[in-house]
Protein backbone atom coordinates (compact mmCIF):
# COMPACT_ATOMS: atom_id res chain seq x y z
CA UNK A 1 0.00 0.00 0.00
CA UNK A 2 2.74 2.53 1.04
CA UNK A 3 4.61 1.18 -2.16
CA UNK A 4 1.38 2.71 -4.32
CA UNK A 5 1.05 5.86 -2.86
CA UNK A 6 4.81 6.34 -2.89
CA UNK A 7 4.50 6.01 -6.42
CA UNK A 8 1.59 8.15 -7.15
CA UNK A 9 3.06 10.96 -5.01
CA UNK A 10 5.87 10.98 -7.82
CA UNK A 11 4.07 10.73 -10.79
CA UNK A 12 2.42 13.87 -9.08
CA UNK A 13 5.50 15.44 -8.82
CA UNK A 14 6.93 14.39 -11.66
CA UNK A 15 3.95 15.68 -13.61
CA UNK A 16 3.63 18.85 -12.05
CA UNK A 17 7.46 19.65 -12.12
CA UNK A 18 7.14 19.17 -15.84
CA UNK A 19 4.33 20.78 -16.32
CA UNK A 20 5.90 24.19 -14.16
CA UNK A 21 8.83 23.71 -16.33
CA UNK A 22 6.86 24.12 -19.71
CA UNK A 23 4.95 26.94 -18.51
CA UNK A 24 7.78 28.81 -17.01
CA UNK A 25 10.40 28.29 -20.22
CA UNK A 26 7.34 29.53 -22.33
CA UNK A 27 6.95 32.66 -20.64
CA UNK A 28 10.24 33.69 -20.50
CA UNK A 29 10.66 32.96 -23.96
CA UNK A 30 7.77 35.38 -24.91
CA UNK A 31 10.13 37.98 -22.98
CA UNK A 32 10.79 40.96 -25.57
CA UNK A 33 14.73 41.11 -25.71
CA UNK A 34 14.55 44.76 -24.65
CA UNK A 35 12.93 43.52 -21.62
CA UNK A 36 15.31 40.65 -20.89
CA UNK A 37 18.02 43.17 -21.46
CA UNK A 38 16.80 45.40 -18.44
CA UNK A 39 16.73 42.71 -16.08
CA UNK A 40 19.78 41.39 -16.91
CA UNK A 41 21.08 44.15 -16.40
CA UNK A 42 19.91 44.64 -13.06
CA UNK A 43 20.98 41.39 -12.33
CA UNK A 44 24.63 42.23 -12.95
CA UNK A 45 24.01 45.57 -10.95
CA UNK A 46 22.71 43.14 -8.04
CA UNK A 47 25.42 40.90 -8.69
CA UNK A 48 28.38 43.11 -8.38
CA UNK A 49 27.05 45.00 -5.22
CA UNK A 50 26.97 41.57 -3.74
CA UNK A 51 30.28 40.66 -4.85
CA UNK A 52 32.60 43.91 -6.22
CA UNK A 53 35.88 42.13 -6.16
CA UNK A 54 35.14 38.33 -7.46
CA UNK A 55 33.72 35.75 -5.62
CA UNK A 56 36.17 32.91 -5.97
CA UNK A 57 39.10 31.73 -8.25
CA UNK A 58 37.53 30.23 -10.77
CA UNK A 59 33.73 31.14 -11.50
CA UNK A 60 31.50 29.07 -13.88
CA UNK A 61 28.65 30.23 -15.53
CA UNK A 62 26.80 29.78 -18.25
CA UNK A 63 26.20 31.05 -21.90
CA UNK A 64 22.67 32.63 -21.85
CA UNK A 65 19.94 30.85 -24.15
CA UNK A 66 16.71 30.93 -24.61
CA UNK A 67 16.41 34.48 -22.90
CA UNK A 68 18.18 33.46 -20.07
CA UNK A 69 19.80 36.18 -18.07
CA UNK A 70 22.75 37.68 -19.34
CA UNK A 71 25.38 38.01 -17.17
CA UNK A 72 28.50 38.23 -19.16
CA UNK A 73 29.10 41.86 -18.15
CA UNK A 74 29.55 40.84 -14.79
CA UNK A 75 31.97 38.03 -15.40
CA UNK A 76 34.01 40.64 -17.48
CA UNK A 77 34.60 42.38 -14.31
CA UNK A 78 35.83 39.85 -11.93
CA UNK A 79 37.96 38.78 -14.45
CA UNK A 80 39.53 41.47 -15.00
CA UNK A 81 39.64 41.63 -11.45
CA UNK A 82 41.66 38.71 -11.67
CA UNK A 83 39.16 35.55 -11.65
CA UNK A 84 39.49 32.65 -13.86
CA UNK A 85 36.24 31.90 -15.62
CA UNK A 86 34.97 28.77 -17.40
CA UNK A 87 32.18 27.32 -19.18
CA UNK A 88 30.82 24.31 -18.84
CA UNK A 89 30.57 21.46 -21.01
CA UNK A 90 28.22 18.35 -21.76
CA UNK A 91 30.18 15.21 -23.04
CA UNK A 92 27.63 12.65 -22.96
CA UNK A 93 23.74 12.23 -21.67
CA UNK A 94 23.83 11.82 -17.71
CA UNK A 95 27.40 12.05 -17.28
CA UNK A 96 28.56 15.26 -14.74
CA UNK A 97 29.66 18.65 -16.78
CA UNK A 98 33.41 19.16 -17.24
CA UNK A 99 34.44 22.95 -17.56
CA UNK A 100 36.65 24.52 -19.70
CA UNK A 101 38.44 28.05 -19.12
CA UNK A 102 37.39 30.88 -21.25
CA UNK A 103 38.07 34.45 -22.22
CA UNK A 104 35.97 36.74 -24.90
CA UNK A 105 38.56 35.46 -27.26
CA UNK A 106 37.44 32.02 -26.67
CA UNK A 107 36.05 29.81 -29.77
CA UNK A 108 32.85 28.60 -29.32
CA UNK A 109 30.90 25.79 -30.70
CA UNK A 110 27.37 23.77 -29.85
CA UNK A 111 28.26 20.78 -27.37
CA UNK A 112 26.09 17.78 -26.75
CA UNK A 113 23.30 19.77 -24.84
CA UNK A 114 23.11 22.23 -27.58
CA UNK A 115 24.56 25.13 -25.88
CA UNK A 116 27.45 26.79 -26.58
CA UNK A 117 30.68 25.79 -25.02
CA UNK A 118 34.44 26.09 -25.57
CA UNK A 119 35.16 23.37 -28.23
CA UNK A 120 38.52 22.30 -26.71
CA UNK A 121 40.86 24.14 -24.29
CA UNK A 122 42.35 23.65 -20.96
CA UNK A 123 39.86 21.79 -18.03
CA UNK A 124 39.06 24.07 -15.27
CA UNK A 125 37.98 23.32 -11.51
CA UNK A 126 35.26 25.80 -10.42
CA UNK A 127 34.82 26.75 -6.96
CA UNK A 128 31.91 29.14 -7.69
CA UNK A 129 28.95 28.62 -9.99
CA UNK A 130 26.06 30.80 -11.19
CA UNK A 131 23.35 28.76 -12.23
CA UNK A 132 20.65 29.97 -14.49
CA UNK A 133 16.86 29.61 -12.65
CA UNK A 134 14.29 28.23 -14.83
CA UNK A 135 11.72 28.03 -11.91
CA UNK A 136 13.03 28.57 -8.55
CA UNK A 137 11.71 28.82 -4.87
CA UNK A 138 13.01 30.71 -1.73
CA UNK A 139 14.50 27.50 -0.33
CA UNK A 140 17.11 27.50 -3.89
CA UNK A 141 15.65 24.82 -5.45
CA UNK A 142 15.62 25.28 -9.07
CA UNK A 143 14.43 23.77 -12.30
CA UNK A 144 16.66 23.94 -15.17
CA UNK A 145 15.82 22.15 -18.89
CA UNK A 146 15.69 18.09 -16.98
CA UNK A 147 18.70 16.51 -17.69
CA UNK A 148 20.08 16.85 -14.29
CA UNK A 149 23.00 17.68 -15.20
CA UNK A 150 23.89 20.44 -12.62
CA UNK A 151 22.72 18.10 -9.79
CA UNK A 152 24.73 15.58 -10.69
CA UNK A 153 28.25 17.87 -11.26
CA UNK A 154 27.55 19.39 -7.72
CA UNK A 155 27.09 16.26 -5.99
CA UNK A 156 30.11 14.49 -7.65
CA UNK A 157 32.64 17.16 -6.37
CA UNK A 158 35.14 16.70 -3.73
CA UNK A 159 34.08 20.08 -1.90
CA UNK A 160 31.28 22.06 -1.72
CA UNK A 161 31.27 25.37 -4.33
CA UNK A 162 29.95 28.43 -3.30
CA UNK A 163 26.74 28.34 -5.66
CA UNK A 164 24.79 31.68 -7.47
CA UNK A 165 21.56 31.09 -8.74
CA UNK A 166 20.06 34.04 -10.96
CA UNK A 167 16.68 33.63 -12.99
CA UNK A 168 13.71 36.22 -13.21
CA UNK A 169 10.97 37.28 -11.06
CA UNK A 170 8.72 35.23 -13.71
CA UNK A 171 9.94 32.02 -13.01
CA UNK A 172 9.56 31.73 -8.87
CA UNK A 173 6.81 29.52 -7.06
CA UNK A 174 6.51 28.77 -3.69
CA UNK A 175 7.47 25.34 -4.12
CA UNK A 176 9.07 23.14 -7.03
CA UNK A 177 8.51 19.87 -5.31
CA UNK A 178 12.37 19.51 -4.77
CA UNK A 179 13.39 15.45 -4.95
CA UNK A 180 16.37 13.89 -3.31
CA UNK A 181 18.50 14.32 -6.22
CA UNK A 182 17.85 18.10 -6.90
CA UNK A 183 21.02 20.49 -5.48
CA UNK A 184 19.69 24.04 -3.87
CA UNK A 185 21.62 27.31 -4.48
CA UNK A 186 23.26 29.31 -1.88
CA UNK A 187 21.68 33.01 -3.07
CA UNK A 188 19.21 33.67 -5.55
CA UNK A 189 19.24 37.02 -7.83
CA UNK A 190 16.78 38.36 -10.04
CA UNK A 191 16.06 41.71 -11.05
CA UNK A 192 14.24 42.27 -7.61
CA UNK A 193 17.19 41.71 -5.95
CA UNK A 194 19.12 39.24 -4.17
CA UNK A 195 18.63 36.98 -1.16
CA UNK A 196 20.21 33.89 1.20
CA UNK A 197 18.39 30.95 0.06
CA UNK A 198 16.27 29.59 3.07
CA UNK A 199 16.59 25.68 2.75
CA UNK A 200 15.69 23.99 5.56
CA UNK A 201 17.01 20.61 4.73
CA UNK A 202 20.80 19.81 4.40
CA UNK A 203 22.59 19.61 1.18
CA UNK A 204 22.74 16.38 -0.86
CA UNK A 205 26.09 16.28 -0.15
CA UNK A 206 29.40 17.26 2.39
CA UNK A 207 28.12 20.50 4.35
CA UNK A 208 27.47 23.67 4.00
CA UNK A 209 28.89 25.84 1.08
CA UNK A 210 32.07 28.04 1.66
CA UNK A 211 31.11 31.84 2.85
CA UNK A 212 33.36 34.25 0.71
CA UNK A 213 36.32 36.59 2.20
CA UNK A 214 34.78 39.52 0.38
CA UNK A 215 31.25 38.87 1.62
CA UNK A 216 29.51 42.65 2.46
CA UNK A 217 27.19 43.43 4.68
CA UNK A 218 24.44 43.06 2.64
CA UNK A 219 24.84 38.88 2.27
CA UNK A 220 24.72 38.12 5.49
CA UNK A 221 20.91 39.57 5.55
CA UNK A 222 17.96 38.03 3.76
CA UNK A 223 15.93 39.71 1.46
CA UNK A 224 12.03 39.72 3.47
Not at 121 to 141: H, K, Q, R
Not at 170 to 191: C, K, M, N
Request: contains cysteine; charged residues 20%.
Amino acid sequence: MKDEKDRKTNEMARHFRQTLRATRLAARRAVAPERVAAWSRQIVAHLLRAFPEPPGKCIAFCWPIHNEPDIRAAIVVWREAGAAIALPVTLAPKTPLAFRAWTPQTPLAVDASGVPAPASGALAEPDVFIIPLNVFDAAGYRLGYGGGFFDRTLTALPRTPLTLGVGFELGRVESIWPQAHDYPVDWLFTEAGFWAATRARPLPRNGPSPTPENQPPELHERRP
